[in-house]
């Protein structure tokens, strides 16, 4: 008979942490890349261009389902007119690029929507004109709009403007034209901080 001293017991595999690294990773992180690439995430406005309506610094929730489901063909109102939307400029313009750290690249903006693909939008005597009706007029003649002809958004597109209409303070659709909505992030027309609440409509309408 074999001696008993010769027979040994197998040792317990170990567990493999590299797999319940992966597990963890998996676990943790595509849920959140699935739902701030999917479905919504934090934006903080930089700069003066919402003015008064925003302020640099302010919290906002962009909402990023409604395009994406606008994408796959499921229908639904978006944008709207006077929804306040995050957004790349266009590629083809020069307005759209800023240098940070000597890198060159596209930043993103907010805006508000005031036309949609298929209106016909205009600036005349102070007063943006979309499809013969005025939607925004500047006060005492403040000289905030350069006029510019009517011109027809096309369809897939947006036509935006900065709520902060003083020259110089917002580049938008006057200087970059009509928005892809390809590059448009989602509608972000709730603030969280410093006064959280909805955003405001358009203070000109």
């Known amino acids: 008979m074999p001696d008993s001293s010769d027979l040994s017991t197998p040792a317990a595999p170990t567990p493999r942490r590299s797999s319940s690294w992966r597990r963890w990773l998996l676990g943790t992180l595509l849920?959140?890349?699935?739902?701030?690439?999917?479905?919504?995430t934090l934006a903080r406005v930089d700069g003066q261009s919402m003015?008064?309506?925003?302020?640099?610094?302010?919290?906002?929730l962009l909402l990023k389902y409604p395009r994406w489901l606008s994408a796959w063909g499921v229908p639904l109102t978006y944008p709207r007119p006077g929804d306040v939307v995050i957004f790349?400029?266009?590629a083809d313009s020069p307005y759209s690029y800023e240098t940070v750290w000597g890198v060159r690249h596209r930043p993103y903006n907010v805006k508000r929507v005031m036309a949609l693909g298929g209106d016909e939008v205009a600036i005349?005597?102070?007063?943006v004109v979309v499809n013969g009706r005025v939607v925004f007029r500047e006060l005492g003649g403040e000289g905030f709009l350069n006029p510019q002809a009517p011109q027809r958004v096309p369809p897939g597109h947006v036509w935006?403007?900065?709520?902060?209409r003083r020259l110089g303070e917002s580049l938008d659709s006057r200087a970059y034209g009509p928005v892809d909505l390809r590059d448009v992030a989602g509608p972000a027309n709730l603030r969280l901080w410093p006064q959280p609440g909805l955003i405001g409509p358009d203070p000109g309408r």
Request: a negative charge.
């Open 88 to 90: 790349k400029a266009p």
């Open 31 to 40: 849920p959140v890349y699935l739902l701030t690439t999917f479905v919504g």
């Open 124 to 127: 005349q005597d102070g007063e």
């Open 160 to 164: 935006v403007l900065g709520d902060n």
């Open 51 to 60: 003015e008064d309506t925003l302020r640099s610094g302010d919290l906002l």
